[in-house]
């Protein structure tokens, strides 16, 4: 079952790069901001349309989880948003790998210090020479 989950996330991360793409061109065409907000838009909808049909939580609560619950959203924005701009800029593959190592550190720092309800996971040196060798490859990308 866990290797549906791994070939799960790597189509997922494929349909990233081209997410990130297809809104960077959206981007030259309509606007950089328009382009995240067109994302956001198209995706609300589609969302809204899900929950009609399957949801099972309780979206009122929304109002009164911590706030700092609620930041998932900011932080979507940002990241979108710096893609729609980075990626003419730099390329596709040279934003999407700076995005993946980015994520690694901030995933290990999360873990080792179980943070967000995350279990405790000590970093090892396994994973600081993985990180490392990715950032060496940012540059032999770039």
């Known amino acids: 079952m866990k290797v549906l989950f791994y070939i799960a996330a790597l189509l997922a991360g494929a349909a990233l790069s081209v997410e990130g793409a297809l809104y960077a061109i959206l981007g030259e065409s309509i606007g950089k ?8 838009v198209v995706g609300t909808i589609i969302l809204g349309i899900a929950l009609l049909f399957w949801g099972k939580g309780t979206l009122s609560y929304t109002v ?9 959203g900011l932080l979507g924005i940002i990241y979108l948003t710096v ?10 593959g040279l934003a999407m ?13 999360i ?3 179980g943070w967000l309800g995350s279990p405790m996971v000590k970093v090892r040196p396994e ?14 990308i770039y």
């Open 33 to 40: 901001l328009e382009s995240s907000l067109y994302n956001f």
């Open 64 to 72: 009164k989880a911590p706030k700092w619950q609620l930041t998932g």
């Open 83 to 92: 893609l729609v701009i980075g990626i003419p800029l730099i390329g596709v």
């Open 97 to 109: 790998s700076s995005v993946v190592v980015g994520q690694l550190v901030m995933s290990m720092i």
């Open 111 to 113: 873990e080792h210090k």
């Open 127 to 140: 994973k600081i020479i993985a990180v490392f060798l990715m950032l060496v490859s940012i540059f032999l």
